[in-house]
């Protein structure tokens, strides 16, 4: 329940100011919904205006027929006929309301003292004196089970000595109830505790309910002022980058790495120092390996080592992930000392995932996103076997979950250590090469051109950029230096989109893969082949290259879909705002329309 007042005291009309483009209650009932916590979420208000704009945008919203006290009397007359269990208040002027909070504040309802608990709330630690004495800032006591003691707009407990170790907490206005609770707030009468203090939650200590507080540290933004709703402006336009570009994100790197031909033999070495006792190192091996004693042989396992093949035939899953880790846990009671990914993006993608899930619950798909992991992983290595995707070297690993194909994005998705041996790619198909090198191409013609490019990235874009060209046009370069410069360029490409993203071709290859399966390198080659309005000098470059090596780049691979998968392609492309935003500016939106990418896919 939001309740929304439209004439504010401190800032009249607040609620229906603009806020990126809709009115303020419209985003917060948004932000309420998308939470997927409730079963049904309203607004209730005095306003027709606002009732009216709620609707309007297809939301849910209930007149109040009284003038009312409170937020909670407001809430009590409009669930009083409704069949309701739990009800929480969103406040109607914090629009970024969190989805941790609301959770944090229903879960209260799942722990042991469930039964005695009449309502809950959160409370946020605070350390600034300022603050703790600031008189409309509420603070909470709480006894050893975190019930709620009593609230005060004084610095309670009052520090006789200004050392002393205490916590303060400042109460935050989300209140989860039982209807019967709120039902006897609303018919009891007002006592002198919360006439003095204009606290709403001390009636229901002053009748002797009982108020659970939990924890949330997360910080809202309340829109108290003309001030406050500027700044909610700016946080707005900065969302996008705050969580996925941030512009200066401080980000994670491989710490350690070998590089050379024959490095390779040191991995028992490497291993040997980070080996715990009686727990496992786990080798996932790309299955084209299996015959290959070559490799195989020199991999060593020791004690309970164990050796899992993986194939690459399909991009990896977060079934597949769940799986493998299931694998694992049910074989050894220890935790493994770590994992070694060798293979290529797919294998090295799918190390990364399960070395986070063995420390972390649930399902791979749950992490999906950005920043989303809470635990350190186990130890893990990469060791690439085919050179291009920067998979070695980036923080993320991209899974196809049941919803979305999204990588796990974390501080603790990169390899600890990576061994980078160029004799490992001998093998690898020409085909292939080609594709997988492509995708470092492409990576760096996308960072290089894109908006969000500042000159860390586009020094290891540049270098990348560079050997590129001198491995697939220079003719003087031998195989032994273009395997070794690959594996180098794969590197520093990915170092380069670490700090910016990818552009048009990957945002239209995600699409591809979604509908066709097209595996990674072969979809961006695809995709880029027709994207001469983009990025001509490189797609120039690009099919120069092609012709070299004689490689042939599939045809007409859109030219049989349906409507609903051409639909499902472009809204797959479409959603990945940050790729295009980088690509085509802030206003991509009105360059890359559907019709425009629908004619483009029907080019490829
Ligand atoms: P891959 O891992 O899918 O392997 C491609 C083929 O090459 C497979 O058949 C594999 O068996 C074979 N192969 C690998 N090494 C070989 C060798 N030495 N000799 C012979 N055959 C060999 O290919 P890829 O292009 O490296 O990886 C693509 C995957 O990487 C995609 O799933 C993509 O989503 C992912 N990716 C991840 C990132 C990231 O930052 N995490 C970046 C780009 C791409
Ligand atoms: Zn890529």
């Given at each position: 329940?939001?309740?929304?007042?439209?004439?504010?005291?401190?800032?009249?009309?607040?609620?229906?100011?603009?806020?990126?483009?809709?009115?303020?209650?419209?985003?917060?009932?948004?932000?309420?919904?998308?939470?997927?916590?409730?079963?049904?979420?309203?607004?209730?208000?005095?306003?027709?205006?606002?009732?009216?704009?709620?609707?309007?945008?297809?939301?849910?919203?209930?007149?109040?027929?009284?003038?009312?006290?409170?937020?909670?009397?407001?809430?009590?007359?409009?669930?009083?006929?409704?069949?309701?269990?739990?009800?929480?208040?969103?406040?109607?002027?914090?629009?970024?309301?969190?989805?941790?909070?609301?959770?944090?504040?229903?879960?209260?309802?799942?722990?042991?003292?469930?039964?005695?608990?009449?309502?809950?709330?959160?409370?946020?630690?605070?350390?600034?004196?300022?603050?703790?004495?600031?008189?409309?800032?509420?603070?909470?006591?709480?006894?050893?089970?975190?019930?709620?003691?009593?609230?005060?707009?004084?610095?309670?407990?009052?520090?006789?000595?200004?050392?002393?170790?205490?916590?303060?907490?400042?109460?935050?206005?989300?209140?989860?109830?039982?209807?019967?609770?709120?039902?006897?707030?609303?018919?009891?009468?007002?006592?002198?505790?919360?006439?003095?203090?204009?606290?709403?939650?001390?009636?229901?200590?002053?009748?002797?309910?009982?108020?659970?507080?939990?924890?949330?540290?997360?910080?809202?933004?309340?829109?108290?002022?003309?001030?406050?709703?500027?700044?909610?402006?700016?946080?707005?336009?900065?969302?996008?980058?705050?969580?996925?570009?941030?512009?200066?994100?401080?980000?994670?790197?491989?710490?350690?790495?070998?590089?050379?031909?024959?490095?390779?033999?040191?991995?028992?070495?490497?291993?040997?120092?980070?080996?715990?006792?009686?727990?496992?190192?786990?080798?996932?091996?790309?299955?084209?390996?299996?015959?290959?004693?070559?490799?195989?042989?020199?991999?060593?396992?020791?004690?309970?080592?164990?050796?899992?093949?993986?194939?690459?035939?399909?991009?990896p899953k977060t079934?597949?992930v769940?799986?493998?880790?299931?694998?694992?846990?049910?074989?050894?009671?220890?935790?493994?000392?770590?994992?070694?990914?060798?293979?290529?993006?797919?294998?090295?993608d799918?190390?990364?995932a399960?070395?986070?899930?063995?420390?972390?619950?649930?399902?791979a798909a749950?992490?999906q996103?950005?920043?989303?992991?809470?635990?350190?992983?186990?130890?893990?290595?990469?060791?690439?076997?085919?050179?291009?995707?920067?998979?070695?070297?980036?923080?993320?690993t991209v899974l196809s979950g049941?919803?979305?194909k999204l990588g796990i994005?974390?501080?603790?998705?990169?390899?600890?250590?990576?061994?980078?041996?160029?004799?490992?790619?001998?093998?690898?198909?020409?085909?292939?090469?080609?594709?997988?090198?492509?995708?470092?191409?492409?990576?760096?013609?996308?960072?290089?051109?894109?908006?969000?490019?500042?000159?860390?990235?586009?020094?290891?874009?540049?270098?990348?950029?560079?050997?590129?060209?001198?491995?697939?046009?220079?003719?003087?370069?031998?195989?032994?230096?273009?395997?070794?410069?690959?594996?180098?360029?794969?590197?520093?490409?990915?170092?380069?989109?670490?700090?910016?993203?990818?552009?048009?071709?990957?945002?239209?290859?995600?699409?591809?893969?979604?509908?066709?399966?097209?595996?990674?390198?072969?979809?961006?080659?695809?995709?880029?082949?027709?994207?001469?309005?983009?990025?001509?000098?490189?797609?120039?470059?690009?099919?120069?290259?092609?012709?070299?090596?004689?490689?042939?780049?599939?045809?007409?691979?859109?030219?049989?879909?349906?409507?609903?998968?051409?639909?499902?392609?472009?809204?797959?492309?479409?959603?990945?705002?940050?790729?295009?935003?980088?690509?085509?500016?802030?206003?991509?939106?009105?360059?890359?329309?559907?019709?425009?990418?629908?004619?483009?896919?029907?080019?490829?």
């Amino acid at each position: 329940m939001i309740p929304a007042r439209y004439g504010a005291s401190r800032f009249p009309g607040k609620l229906m100011q603009d806020l990126g483009g809709k009115p303020v209650i419209v985003r917060t009932y948004e932000a309420a919904k998308q939470t997927n916590l409730f079963d049904e979420v309203y607004v209730i208000t005095d306003s027709d205006i606002i009732f009216t704009e709620i609707e309007n945008n297809g939301g849910k919203a209930i007149m109040s027929k009284k003038k009312h006290e409170s937020g909670s009397d407001r809430i009590a007359e409009a669930v009083e006929n409704m069949d309701v269990d739990i009800v929480v208040n969103v406040q109607g002027d914090e629009p970024f309301t969190s989805k941790k909070g609301l959770k944090q504040v229903l879960d209260v309802f799942n722990g042991d003292d469930a039964d005695v608990i009449d309502l809950a709330s959160l409370m946020t630690e605070i350390d600034d004196w300022k603050e703790i004495s600031d008189p409309n800032c509420v603070k909470v006591l709480v006894d050893k089970d975190n019930f709620a003691l009593y609230f005060s707009r004084s610095p309670i407990p009052y520090p006789r000595d200004k050392n002393a170790d205490v916590q303060y907490y400042k109460h935050k206005g989300i209140y989860a109830f039982r209807k019967e609770a709120l039902m006897d707030f609303y018919k009891l009468p007002m006592r002198p505790l919360e006439s003095v203090e204009k606290i709403e939650c001390l009636r229901y200590l002053e009748y002797g309910k009982k108020i659970k507080m939990a924890v949330s540290n997360t910080q809202g933004v309340e829109i108290d002022t003309p001030e406050d709703l500027v700044e909610a402006n700016k946080m707005l336009q900065e969302k996008d980058k705050t969580s996925i570009n941030n512009k200066f994100r401080n980000f994670p790197m491989v710490p350690k790495v070998v590089f050379g031909a024959g490095s390779f033999n040191q991995l028992s070495e490497i291993l040997s120092a980070k080996r715990q006792k009686n727990s496992p190192f786990i080798f996932l091996v790309d299955d084209v390996f299996k015959n290959d004693a070559s490799l195989i042989d020199r991999i060593k396992l020791r004690f309970n080592d164990k050796l899992i093949f993986i194939s690459a035939e399909e991009e990896p899953k977060t079934s597949q992930v769940d799986k493998l880790v299931k694998e694992i846990t049910s074989e050894f009671t220890k935790k493994p000392s770590g994992i070694i990914g060798i293979g290529g993006g797919t294998t090295m993608d799918i190390a990364k995932a399960v070395s986070i899930m063995l420390t972390n619950p649930g399902s791979a798909a749950d992490y999906q996103g950005w920043d989303l992991v809470n635990k350190k992983a186990i130890y893990h290595v990469g060791i690439p076997t085919i050179s291009g995707t920067g998979a070695e070297v980036s923080r993320t690993t991209v899974l196809s979950g049941p919803v979305r194909k999204l990588g796990i994005n974390s501080d603790f998705t990169p390899f600890d250590q990576v061994v980078l041996d160029p004799e490992l790619t001998k093998g690898v198909p020409k085909n292939q090469w080609f594709y997988t090198g492509m995708d470092c191409f492409i990576h760096c013609v996308e960072s290089l051109n894109g908006t969000f490019l500042n000159a860390f990235s586009q020094s290891y874009g540049e270098k990348a950029y560079d050997l590129c060209k001198e491995i697939f046009l220079d003719n003087t370069i031998s195989d032994e230096e273009s395997r070794a410069k690959l594996m180098m360029a794969s590197w520093h490409g990915g170092m380069s989109i670490a700090y910016s993203q990818v552009g048009v071709a990957h945002a239209m290859s995600y699409g591809l893969s979604y509908v066709l399966g097209t595996k990674h390198g072969i979809g961006n080659c695809i995709v880029f082949n027709q994207l001469e309005e983009y990025y001509p000098t490189d797609v120039a470059l690009f099919k120069e290259m092609v012709t070299k090596h004689t490689i042939e780049i599939p045809q007409n691979v859109c030219s049989n879909l349906t409507e609903d998968q051409l639909n499902k392609m472009i809204d797959i492309a479409l959603s990945l705002e940050p790729l295009w935003e980088n690509a085509l500016g802030k206003d991509w939106k009105e360059i890359m329309t559907r019709q425009k990418l629908q004619s483009l896919y029907l080019k490829m």
